[in-house]
């Protein structure tokens, strides 16, 4: 399977930067660049890429509203975004996975990382660099006007809909899910998969923003006691 990707970024020595790491491998292809956040949505909707590598400060469009766009149209539900971000603790970063980006990666992330990356995400998982980005989350949502989910959402979920979603935040995979809670790797894939589906989250990132704006895990506390 080839991963189709698009990069979105208003700096072309950047993108061609991209576009030179990831047609170094055979199973990934560039099939676009453009400047611009509104240029992204438009290229999204026109060339249906798996993957859009999106930068967040673009002209005309920044990359959390293009995101928000791509992620809430019911064309491109099969298409991923990667926000792309200079520092690992811009908080804009939070904004972009509430917006439905599945994950991000700085821009000086190694070539064989970055490649890797798009292929966890075109595979339909989420979440990279979980550690940073759990830090991320807690950080925003220790303040003052962080939390702003409705924590009676989590009563659509069962008791063990939570454990599973407790574990997703602190990043673990299926089969480490089911390690912890004694289940096989099919049952935890799907639990994640329903409590996803309850919550109306478009992956795996969009769990771990909803457990700590619910306040199902807190900052500092973001694995099982």
């Given amino acids: 399977m080839t991963v189709r990707v698009?990069?979105?970024?208003?700096?072309?020595?950047?993108?061609?930067?991209?576009?030179?790491?990831?047609?170094?491998?055979?199973?990934?292809?560039v099939v676009?660049?453009?400047?611009?956040?509104a240029a992204?949505?438009?290229?999204?909707?026109?060339?249906?890429?798996?993957v859009v590598l999106m930068?967040?400060?673009m002209p005309v469009l920044d990359g959390i509203e293009a995101t928000r766009r791509i992620a809430t149209d019911p064309a491109l539900a099969r298409v991923r975004v990667i926000v792309l971000t200079t520092f690992d603790l811009d908080e804009n970063i939070f904004g972009a996975l509430r917006a439905g980006a599945?994950?991000?990666?700085?821009?000086?992330?190694?070539?064989?990382?970055?490649?890797?990356?798009?292929r966890v995400v075109a595979g339909g998982e989420a979440l990279l660099s979980p550690r940073?980005?759990?830090?991320?989350?807690?950080?925003?949502?220790?303040?003052?006007?962080?939390?702003?989910?409705?924590?009676?959402?989590?009563?659509?979920?069962t008791d063990r809909e939570r454990e599973v979603?407790?574990?997703?935040?602190?990043?673990?995979?299926?089969?480490?899910?089911?390690?912890?809670?004694?289940?096989?790797?099919?049952?935890?894939r799907?639990?994640?998969?329903?409590?996803?589906?309850?919550?109306?989250?478009?992956?795996?990132?969009q769990l771990v923003v909803m457990a700590y704006e619910t306040g199902l895990v807190t900052p500092g506390r973001p694995g099982l006691a």
């Fill in 190 to 205: 799907t639990h994640v998969h329903r409590t996803m589906f309850k919550l109306g989250a478009r992956d795996r990132a």
């Fill in 32 to 37: 676009g660049e453009v400047g611009d956040g």
């Fill in 165 to 188: 979603m407790v574990c997703v935040s602190s990043g673990l995979s299926n089969e480490e899910i089911a390690q912890r809670l004694g289940m096989s790797p099919a049952t935890a």
């Fill in 6 to 29: 698009l990069l979105a970024d208003d700096q072309v020595l950047v993108r061609a930067g991209l576009r030179g790491l990831l047609e170094n491998s055979a199973d990934i292809e």
């Fill in 102 to 118: 599945s994950g991000f990666v700085i821009k000086d992330i190694e070539p064989a990382d970055l490649r890797q990356a798009v």
């Fill in 55 to 57: 930068d967040l400060r």
């Fill in 132 to 157: 940073i980005t759990r830090r991320l989350i807690a950080d925003y949502v220790s303040r003052p006007a962080g939390r702003t989910a409705d924590d009676g959402v989590l009563a659509r979920l």
């Fill in 40 to 50: 992204a949505v438009e290229a999204a909707r026109a060339g249906r890429p798996d």
